[in-house]
């Protein structure tokens, strides 16, 4: 169980620290948790299975330490790229050569929390495959794709506060869809995931454009996201505005922040667009994310993909929302949008795998899904590059519960 990684030890470094092979989490990696230890939220780094307090290991720099009091990543930051080096260069020492085993606690049996406190949050829709899947199943009368979609990073905003950290129940939600020529309450009877990738933001820009090559300056870190939607919901709701109930319900995250800096030698040259994008949408850096994606229902892979085929980059998305002087903050969240491939195997929804029912989904133990039921678990993962590159988001999970909302809860 606790053999290190070989070729992933070669390019980083030894340390003490056991990591099993296939860990998402090698010293490369020294990603940011919050755990509740001993009844109070603490900052955690996880290096294979074991878990360290981030403070811990910054014991000769009490300033650094300090920024970890609350138990949560927000003042950490709202500090910036120098600081967020600093502190992970001297976690990377204390793995290397001060710690020992022994102070590493075991990630299993440890609750882990939302990490930071989330601020304004933007879904966008960078896959040309799931837009324009999702384009012919919602809208079979008209062209899938709208003329913006390749001008611009299209997104919509969502509500903070359904965003739950990965184990999170989902209830499924109710609300008003169309039933034949009537519209109704009930249960929603459409219930889907969404594959993504979501960017915490650090630091603040002070009300100027993020230019596209800035992006590592104003990006923390990187989860994954599971964007649960209600599609009968959405598909009544939407027009002109966009998604809401359909989406607010509830956004699960992975509970680990991998730090942009771990993701940097993973990032790809994006493919030239066509046509070319406006000038404050163009870059010249790599930010083409090579991830692996996966999803599965109660243990059955139903979609797999990667990352790198998004159309928009997480850089030209934060250089967008940006772009008009409209302001970024710490906790700031935003997600690429779901996450789909070319082939059939490659969908990052439900409804694009099941193709809104017309083919629905098996399952292991013989069952068959258009959408998903109470009790299914959806599980996604992500790596970065190659198996065994030591460097993964880890996992978001998830369990659908039943509608909890009677008539009497509501007030008269
Ligand atoms: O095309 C539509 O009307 C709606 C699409 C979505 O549900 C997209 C969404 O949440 C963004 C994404 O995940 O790509
Ligand atoms: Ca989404
Ligand atoms: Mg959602």
């Avoid at 989330?118 to 079979?140: C, E, I, K």
């Amino acid at each position: 169980m606790s053999i290190n990684d070989a070729a992933h030890e070669s390019s980083t470094g030894a340390t003490w620290a056991p990591i099993p092979r296939g860990s998402h989490f090698g010293l490369a990696n020294l990603p940011y948790g919050v755990a509740v230890i001993d009844d109070r939220p603490m900052v955690v780094t996880r290096v294979g299975d074991g878990v360290l307090p981030v403070a811990y290991a910054l014991a000769g720099r009490p300033e650094w330490a300090d920024l970890f009091a609350d138990g949560n990543l927000d003042r950490f930051l709202a500090t910036g790229p120098e600081t967020w080096a600093g502190v992970r260069a001297e976690l990377r020492r204390f793995f290397l050569d001060k710690g020992q085993a022994r102070e590493l606690i075991p990630v299993s049996g440890l609750r882990l929390v939302l990490p930071f406190t989330v601020g304004d949050y933007v879904d966008f829709y960078a896959s040309l495959d799931h837009a324009t899947n999702l384009g012919r199943l919602f809208r079979p009368d008209s062209e899938p794709l709208l003329p913006n979609w390749r001008r611009l990073p299209v997104g919509y905003h969502g509500r903070s506060r359904g965003i739950v950290v990965s184990g999170t129940r989902v209830v499924r939600p109710a609300g008003l869809v169309r039933a034949g020529d009537e519209v109704v309450r009930r249960p929603c009877a459409q219930l889907d995931y969404e594959v993504e990738v979501g960017f915490v933001i650090g630091g603040s820009n002070h009300g100027r454009p993020v230019g596209v090559d800035s992006a590592d300056s104003h990006v923390f870190g990187v989860v994954l996201v599971n964007d649960w939607s209600a599609r009968d919901i959405q598909a009544f709701e939407y027009q002109p505005l966009g998604p809401m109930l359909g989406k607010s319900f509830a956004t699960s995250v992975s509970p680990w922040v991998v730090p942009l800096e771990a993701v940097k030698p993973y990032l790809l040259q994006q493919p030239r667009q066509e046509p070319e994008p406006d000038s404050v949408l163009r870059g010249t850096r790599p930010w083409v994310l090579d991830l692996a994606l996966d999803v599965s229902v109660n243990g059955t892979t139903v979609g797999a993909t990667n990352a790198a085929g998004l159309y928009w980059t997480f850089a030209q998305q934060l250089a967008h929302l940006t772009s008009n002087g409209s302001l970024i903050g710490p906790g700031d969240f935003y997600a690429t949008g779901t996450v789909s491939g070319p082939g059939e195997t490659e969908r990052g929804s439900l409804i694009e795998a099941a193709w809104r029912g017309a083919n629905p989904v098996k399952l292991a133990d013989g069952s068959e899904r258009s959408w998903l039921l109470d009790g299914d678990e959806v599980l996604i993962r992500g790596r970065f590059g190659p198996e065994g590159s030591g460097v993964g988001l880890g996992e978001v999970v998830g369990r659908v519960v039943p509608d909890e909302v009677d008539a009497s809860m509501f007030l008269p």
